[in-house]
């Protein structure tokens, strides 16, 4: 059987971690504040992050939220402001892992789709004038996890304008955007918005490394306290360690280096990927983003992403089903991760799955 490459983990490779940098910031972290950062500490998280971070996103402190990893804190956000039956709208196609928190927690999804410029905001407008207003949007504006869309700057105008005129919460989630490959950086919602019902998440698993376990989430004051008091009862304490030596690489400069790090090694596999779309049957669909970790397909008519997964497993290639970022359908849809893997296995495993897509169609 030929050597497993798999396009379905949205991880960073290898070469994006960045050891070394985080042992010694690991190192100055102890050096600084051993006894505080090896003692149990509050469910808000490690101190100093949060006023970095504070920093960044012009809050106060006492607004950020610092996760064990970006999901955990939407749980408890979903769990703090929301019950079963609520109205939750979200992208389709959208994080896999959103979706599936949405069903074990017994909302109700309302999708909106996805297309070049982002979420179709005329249709979540249109959803609203119905009397169908969520009690929250969930969106990834910039390189959309699966897609690999961004929010157009127009659009973004127009949702700020649907927050404010129906009273949603919405949820940025945006652990990519600083991992662009070209093009201008358009400013975020959170950034753009001072109603107080937008909150912002993101996660240093992207630009700096998943084993860290690291991201927060920037709310109104009470929402925040309210995360952390869920964290405190299901934790009672995050890794302070962890987060202590994330404080010291941010503050300490390091991080813009790093992201420019990891955006030329996307920016390669990227690349590698777009080449290896001359394998794909005629009438596949797919627009190279210009960020991020992942490549969207839609195959031509006749062909099944779910119904060709096991033979492309066969020839050693996994991804992830479209069907699985979305409520009902998806089937003729696939994401590829570029993010994991070496531009030469990107190229090899490209050509065995247009190989296993074209002789299906055949």
Not at 76 to 92: H, I, K, R, T
Not at 228 to 239: D, G, H, K, L, V
């Amino acid at each position: 059987m030929s050597t497993a490459i798999s396009f379905a983990r949205g991880a960073p490779c290898p070469e994006a971690l960045s050891g070394d940098l985080i042992a010694s910031c690991t190192a100055a972290a102890l050096d600084a504040d051993a006894t505080r950062v090896l003692s149990y500490g509050t469910g808000q998280g490690y101190p100093p992050l949060r006023e970095v971070l504070a920093h960044d996103h012009g809050v106060s402190p006492d607004q950020v939220f610092v996760t064990n990893g970006s999901l955990q804190g939407y749980v408890f956000m979903l769990e703090a402001l929301l019950s079963p039956g609520d109205l939750v709208a979200v992208e389709a196609p959208t994080y896999d892992r959103a979706l599936l928190q949405l069903r074990l927690h017994g909302m109700e999804v309302l999708p909106i789709p996805v297309h070049a410029d982002g979420l179709d905001v005329d249709a979540l407008a249109a959803a609203c004038a119905a009397g169908r207003v969520p009690k929250l949007l969930y969106t990834i504006p910039n390189f959309q996890n699966p897609s690999g869309a961004t929010l157009s700057a127009a659009k973004r105008t127009t949702l700020l304008e649907l927050v404010d005129r129906y009273g949603f919460w919405l949820l940025e989630d945006d652990p990519y955007g600083k991992l662009r490959f070209e093009g201008e950086p358009i400013t975020g919602l959170f950034a753009a918005h001072d109603g107080g019902k937008v909150m912002f998440t993101s996660s240093f698993s992207k630009t700096v490394a998943p084993g860290l376990r690291v991201g927060y989430i920037v709310a109104p004051k009470d929402v925040s306290a309210t995360l952390a008091a869920a964290a405190s009862r299901t934790y009672i304490s995050p890794s302070l360690l962890a987060e202590a030596a994330i404080a010291q690489l941010v503050s300490g400069g390091h991080l813009p280096r790093n992201i420019d790090h990891v955006t030329a090694l996307m920016r390669e596999r990227r690349d590698a990927m777009a080449g290896g779309l001359v394998h794909m049957p005629e009438g596949t669909v797919c627009t190279p983003p210009q960020g991020g970790f992942f490549m969207w397909l839609e195959l031509p008519e006749g062909l099944s992403a779910d119904a060709l997964f096991a033979t492309a497993g066969a020839a050693g290639i996994a991804y992830v089903k479209g069907s699985d970022c979305v409520l009902a359908g998806g089937e003729q849809t696939l994401r590829l991760a570029y993010s994991g893997v070496s531009p030469a296995e990107i190229a090899e495993g490209m050509e065995r799955l247009g190989t296993v897509f074209r002789t299906a169609q055949q």
